[in-house]
């Protein structure tokens, strides 16, 4: 019997806030065989509508008719899916690779994570709490108040990304004043947590490069994205973990060859494919070997919904290369996805069929 094809879109629960780069409702993925259903997320496209016109468009060229076994879902990595003419399509791509992997996990009654290994490297993940979301006025007592919030949760590592200011046609190291006020404000207020800090790739190197002494007294666990991924990286890094201060990047690529060309030109210390971009989770497990192979960690991206949380967990189930999990924080744990599974900054890995837990647990 053909498989079949449907979709679910969730309001995004921490709303659209203008300084955020990354906004928009959740978009869930559903395929069937008529008795198991399996999910994938593809949220963060750029273009809801389209993208669920182009899975449609995808599915029915591509995945119908296909078998949901591990067979079957890598021939459409190296084939059909191993190539996408734009982000949008990147994400389309994902979001039915990730829905066909769980499909293929609950029929044969498994965790996703099974498919590739027999044993867990690990049954709890890392998480770091992005506070980006959770913040409404952006104010130093706003930012204050959402890390102590998380910080009473039991998270000890967090992100921000107070750099909103720097804005095309402003000097980019004067418009920074209020970002590092923010991080400074941060560290002395909160000398326990460990601080990572996302620029938004709001930077060119050399403006990146004046602000960056200030930058290292608040002693940052890490720097993720100053500018545009290319060849500067190499100076940034260097430069960055001359004061012992890791660089992340490379959130938005396809494939794992992509990320290889990264880490085989030492561009960043920490690689972060989002399993909703990368190509699905067979692409984002390859990345997390590629980066075995070269001594490398991966942090997957993941400023997403409860399924692309699920496939990142189960990626760290795979991969020891995994050293953590971005997680995005609200003030409500009913807004914070698979809350259930999180403990003390860390979540455990599902060992039910699939990626877990089912729809009705999820949204």
């Known amino acids: ?39 994938g997320e593809a949220t963060h496209s750029g273009d809801d509508a389209r993208c669920v016109a182009k899975m449609e468009e995808l599915f029915a060229r591509h995945v119908a008719d296909v078998r949901p076994t591990l067979q079957g879902i890598r021939e459409l990595e190296r084939g059909a899916f191993a190539a996408a003419p734009d982000f949008l399509t990147q994400t389309a791509i994902s979001g039915l690779n990730q829905a066909l992997y769980d ?8 965790p996703v994570w099974k498919l590739f290994t027999k044993e ?22 706003n930012y204050h108040d959402i890390a102590r919030r998380a910080a009473a949760m039991g998270f000890t ?33 909160f000398p326990e947590l460990s601080l990572r800090v996302d620029f ?5 190197k050399e403006a990146f490069l004046a602000i960056l002494p200030r930058i290292l007294k608040a002693k ?14 190499a100076d940034l890094r260097l430069a960055a973990e001359a004061a012992k201060v890791p660089l992340a ?22 690689i972060m494919p989002d399993v909703k971009h990368v190509g699905g989770f067979g692409p984002l497990v390859e990345t997390c070997r590629a980066a075995e192979r070269r001594n490398a960690e991966v942090s997957p991206h993941n400023p997403s919904g409860p399924v692309a949380t699920l ?6 189930a795979v991969s020891k290369a995994v050293t953590s999990v971005e997680y995005p924080f609200a003030t409500d744990p009913g807004r914070m996805p698979c809350f259930s599974l999180v403990e003390n900054g860390t979540m455990r890995v599902p060992d039910g069929p699939g990626w877990g837990m089912q729809a009705s647990d999820l949204f």
């Open 249 to 270: 990047a490379a959130e938005s690529l396809l494939g794992a060859a992509a990320f290889e060309k990264v880490l085989a030109q030492g561009w960043a210390s920490v």
């Open 311 to 316: 496939a990142s967990v189960h990626a760290a």
């Open 200 to 204: 938004h790739r709001r930077f060119e």
């Open 103 to 110: 499909l293929a996990a609950r029929r044969a009654k498994v």
């Open 120 to 141: 867990a490297a690990r049954t709890s993940v890392e998480l770091y709490a992005t506070i980006n979301r959770a913040l409404t006025s952006r104010t130093e007592a």
């Open 220 to 233: 940052p666990a890490w720097i993720e994205e100053p500018c545009a991924l290319g060849p500067a990286y």
């Open 1 to 39: 019997m053909p498989l079949e094809l449907s979709f679910t879109r969730v309001p995004d629960p921490a709303g659209h806030a203008k300084a955020l780069l990354l906004k928009g409702d959740w978009v869930f993925v559903r395929i069937t065989d008529g008795i198991h259903t399996g999910l």
């Open 157 to 189: 590592r967090i992100k921000c990304a107070p750099f909103e200011q720097v804005e095309p046609g402003k000097d980019p190291v004067r418009a920074a004043t209020y970002g590092l006020c923010i991080l400074e404000s941060l560290r002395a207020a």
